[in-house]
């Protein structure tokens, strides 16, 4: 292929999910593939190139131009509001935003306070929802933050409810619901756009074909 793309990929259970549907989508990248802890590897038979990123940089990646496409959660590009180009829905990783607490908590506070690693789509909610919080940007631990009384609630991502559950915390309210998304850089579309267009549209059979199984 005269044409290689560069993929921008957060590692973790994105990335083995993402790397499971581009190999049944045709794509043949090598077993040790999986095992690499390479930030950047090449897969020339596949004529692509992935970059391993955490998960809040895979759409600034895109963005730069650093990276052709990248997969991204929902929960990212609602946090992160880059200028990418949005293509696909891979249904893969799905879990949901959400508001949490004490289950006996009480807001004392005039504008309670809120912690979260997505303080933008946060404070976007309460807003949306007409109340005035304070928002605390956490990197991680979330639930920790009512425990030790430095939120009254948090929002964060849930798939099992596990964590919270271990926590002593329970669930408040749903904000959104959460897949894995395929975006472009918009220039790299008009140069590559054969390219581009033709793994959308293997990646996109694939998984409409999925869904008609279900």
């Known amino acids: 292929m005269s044409t290689v793309l560069t993929m921008a990929m957060p590692k973790g259970r994105i990335f083995e999910e993402a790397v499971d549907l581009l190999r049944q989508a045709g794509y043949p990248l090598p077993p040790e593939f999986d095992e690499s802890r390479k930030l950047i590897i090449d897969a020339p038979e596949a004529g692509l190139r992935f970059i391993l990123a955490k998960p809040m ?125 395929l975006i472009v850089n918009p220039a790299s579309y008009r140069l590559h756009a054969t390219r581009i267009n033709d793994l959308v549209e293997r990646l996109r059979t694939l998984v409409e074909s999925k869904e008609d199984v279900q």
Do not use: W
């Open 57 to 181: 940089d895979v759409p600034t990646y895109v963005e730069h131009g650093v990276a052709d496409i990248g997969i991204a959660g929902k929960d990212v590009m609602l946090e992160e509001e880059r200028d990418v180009y949005e293509v696909l829905d891979l249904k893969i990783s799905e879990c949901y935003l959400a508001v949490a607490g004490l289950p006996n908590g009480h807001d004392q506070r005039v504008a309670p306070k809120i912690a979260s690693k997505y303080p933008n789509v946060a404070s976007h909610y309460f807003r949306e929802q007409g109340q005035q919080v304070e928002v605390i940007k956490l990197n991680g631990s979330i639930e920790l933050a009512p425990l030790i009384g430095l939120a009254d609630r948090i929002v964060d991502i849930v798939s099992t409810g596990r964590t919270l559950k271990e926590n002593g915390l329970v669930e408040l309210e749903k904000i959104a619901d959460i897949t894995s998304r």
